[in-house]
């Protein structure tokens, strides 16, 4: 689409984001100025951009942006996916929160990425899975590790060797009145919330995926956090194997991941013998391995 002088001067001037949020901020004044039926984007298209997405992110969110582009410092450093200056087999993925933040985050992936990074270093999980596999190492061969910040799981830790996203429990606190305002319904994607009667907000915890949208939305607490958490899966797969992987915590805390990854790499260890995937070991012996090793040989798990 065509782009009047002004409004591109004025974008380039005015528009402050990463490489990639640049391009979604051109193609949505690009869209403005189509809903508007007009030839080319205007200044005005760039300012309802600049507009829209503050009130998207936030003022938290658009401050720290601005402030790193605006002193020059550029994009944050990002955090580390394996042992620098050292081929690995296997890899760390973080959602794009590890950028300037999110407004839905939960947790902090910089945080757990080089204690992740640390330990598959202690396992020599490169050597074990090396010897393990046939043929050639290739891409394919790397253990992926998944980390997304909050229940959007926008890095689709369900389908990756191993999965973690952050997780905030919401309950209703009996003695904070309610309003009434619905907004906690209207913030809910999974339709987990509904009403008993007026002001009686009621939360059907199958439905819930635990992504706290109700918690942040709640303007007087009756919707207020209950825990907050790690949601951990392994053994999913993409491609022509795929398998969507298994729920180890629902709630776990941070040790629990350290500990999913203790007995996954036990299971890599004892029972990968020919497989090419994690996925597919899993399938073999079945999710018990891991539970057992993780809970201790009780059938009870943490969490919810
Ligand atoms: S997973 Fe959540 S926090 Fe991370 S980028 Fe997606 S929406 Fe944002
Ligand atoms: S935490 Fe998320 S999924 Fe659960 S009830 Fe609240 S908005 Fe819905
Ligand atoms: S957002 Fe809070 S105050 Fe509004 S209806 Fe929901 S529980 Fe009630």
Redo the contacts with the bound molecule.
């Keep these: 689409m065509e782009w009047e002088k002004q409004a591109l001067d004025y974008f380039d001037e005015n528009v402050l984001a990463g490489p990639h949020q640049i391009d979604m901020r051109r193609l949505y004044a690009e869209k403005l100025a189509r809903a508007k039926k007009k030839e080319a984007v205007t200044q005005f298209e760039v300012e309802q951009t600049i507009k829209d997405y503050a009130d998207f992110f936030g003022e938290e969110m658009i401050k720290r942006v601005t402030e790193c582009f605006s002193s020059g410092k550029g994009m944050p450093e990002l955090p580390p996916t394996e042992k620098e200056g050292k081929p690995c087999l296997y890899q760390i993925e973080t959602c794009h929160s590890k950028y300037f933040g999110c407004p839905s985050q939960i947790i902090d992936v910089r945080e757990i990425s080089q204690p992740l990074i640390d330990a598959l270093e202690d396992y020599h999980l490169t050597e074990l899975l090396a010897d393990k596999s046939h043929g050639p190492l290739m891409l394919h061969n790397k253990f992926t590790i998944s980390i997304s910040s909050c229940?959007n799981v926008c890095t689709g830790g369900e389908s990756k060797d191993m999965g973690i996203w952050g997780v905030?429990?919401?309950r209703i606190n009996p003695e904070v009145k309610c309003v009434d305002c619905k907004k906690?319904m209207e913030?809910?994607?999974?339709?987990?919330?509904s009403f008993k009667k007026e002001g009686q907000p009621i939360?059907?915890e199958r439905?819930?995926?635990?992504?706290?949208?109700?918690?942040k939305?709640c303007p007087t607490g009756t919707?207020e956090l209950e825990k907050r958490g790690y949601r951990i899966f392994v053994g999913g797969m993409f491609g022509r194997m795929y398998t969507i992987g298994r729920e180890v915590f629902r709630m776990g805390e941070r040790q629990d991941i350290f500990k999913t990854l203790d007995a996954v790499v036990s299971l890599i260890r004892e029972k990968q013998d020919g497989e090419h995937f994690l996925s597919q070991v899993v399938d073999k012996v079945g999710i018990d391995y891991i539970n057992r090793r993780v809970f201790g040989g009780t059938k009870e798990r943490k969490g919810l």
């Design positions: 229940a905030e429990k919401p906690c913030a809910c994607w999974d339709s987990a919330i939360i059907n439905l819930c995926k635990l992504c706290g949208a109700c918690i939305k919707i």
